[in-house]
């Protein structure tokens, strides 16, 4: 077969500088995050299946990039998700450490299919767990860390959609009953913001949520208007917290039935938006880890998608490029490197500085190349 240099859909390759600036910008949000509190873990690319698949609530198998291995005869899965590797960790090899565990990750990820909005199925997610509480100051330190690391990587602009992923399940065991089969196509039809689709399901009494939506302190007073507000007394009273503790450094919504890609968070889910950048920069929320004994245990975390931030462009630094020529001093260009230079050294005397050196290595020091 001739090889053709094509790579299969949804996979690409990142070529200077966005390369470069990918880990960059991972390094300074891992590193950020790490000052929080947050010791690293870097659990593999691949696992077997059935441990990604049980650890959190409705993680499907089928949705999972899956193979055999041949070595173990096993099937395994690569990660879509750090956080549900995580949950293993915290519930086996971490089991015996001290509550709340805090910890860090950052690495690729593997999506079976690819979204619209983002075409590709290969992502670098980094990101924040804060196993043994899911209460109101655990999210509130973790969403802050999330915008911290945002910060530190360039972000401006923050925009945080809250939202309530377990709410019609709350609802629906409570003052708005639904027939046991029908809570996820009311949970769908919600979310697709289909008022009409409610009729048919016998879930009219549902239609308020999707007015609620808006900007946050809009929506909380229109949910506190409804009805049945006191059961959502405790969720609304977190989130309005959650709200008060951010208001100066972003714009906050609350979108109570919004639950695409929340498919294992509880009470609280949030989603991050930046000016400038193309889609979801990062999402998170509360969440139980399944423990092998049966309990579950609760938690609290954000996954920071960066493709997007070196899509735009951040990351990249100025260019300090010194051209070294034929026969210089190996020791001078060595003293550049360690002061933050990036050094090209010629092969051969008749070698000319390469395009994009701003500097010329010329009696032990860096001279700026003009034009
Ligand atoms: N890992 C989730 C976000 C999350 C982290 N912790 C809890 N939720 C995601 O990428 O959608």
């Not at 070595?71 to 709340?100: E, N």
């Not at 405790?234 to 100066?248: K, N, P, T, Y």
């Amino acid at each position: 077969m001739t090889s053709t240099g094509l790579l299969p859909e949804g996979l690409r390759d990142r070529l200077p500088p966005q390369a470069e600036a990918a880990s960059r910008l991972l390094h300074r949000v891992i590193v950020a995050i790490g000052r929080n509190g947050y010791a690293r873990v870097a659990p593999p690319i691949a696992e077997y299946e059935d441990e990604l698949v049980g650890r959190l609530k409705r993680t499907r198998a089928r949705d999972l990039f899956r193979l055999i291995d041949p070595v173990s005869q096993r099937t395994l899965a690569f990660r879509p998700d750090i956080t549900a590797q995580l949950g293993r960790i915290a519930a086996t090899r971490m089991a015996h450490r001290p509550r709340p565990l805090r910890l860090g990750y950052g690495g690729p990820v593997l999506k079976l299919r690819a979204s619209q909005l983002r075409p590709q199925r290969e992502l670098i997610q980094a990101g924040a767990e804060l196993i043994g509480s899911d209460s109101v100051a655990a999210a509130s330190e973790v969403l802050g860390v999330a915008i911290e690391a945002l910060e530190v990587a360039g972000v401006t602009g923050l925009t945080i959609d809250l939202t309530l992923p377990d709410l019609v399940e709350a609802l629906a065991a409570g003052p708005l009953p639904l027939p046991p089969g029908r809570i996820e196509a009311v949970q769908a039809a919600l979310d697709a913001k289909d008022a009409g689709g409610l009729g048919p399901l016998g879930a009219e009494a549902y239609l308020p949520l999707i007015e609620a939506a808006g900007p946050l302190e809009a929506a909380l007073a229109r949910l506190r208007a409804l009805p049945f507000a006191d059961v959502l007394a405790s969720r609304l009273d977190g989130v309005e917290a959650i709200g008060r503790a951010f208001a100066g450094r972003a714009a906050l919504t609350l979108d109570p039935t919004e639950r695409h890609g929340f498919e294992y968070q509880s009470w609280l889910g949030f989603s991050l938006f930046a000016e400038g950048l193309a889609g979801e920069v990062g999402r998170g929320g509360t969440y139980a880890i399944h423990r092998a004994d049966g309990q579950e245990e609760p938690a609290v975390g954000f996954s920071l998608y960066l493709d997007p931030l070196v899509d735009a462009g951040l990351g990249q630094e100025a260019r300090r490029h010194v051209f070294v020529p034929h026969g210089s001093d190996p020791v001078a260009a060595a003293a550049l490197r360690t002061a933050g230079w990036t050094t090209l050294a010629a092969l051969s005397p008749d070698d000319a500085a390469p395009k994009g050196c701003t500097h010329i290595l010329r009696d032990g020091a860096p001279f700026p190349i003009e034009g």
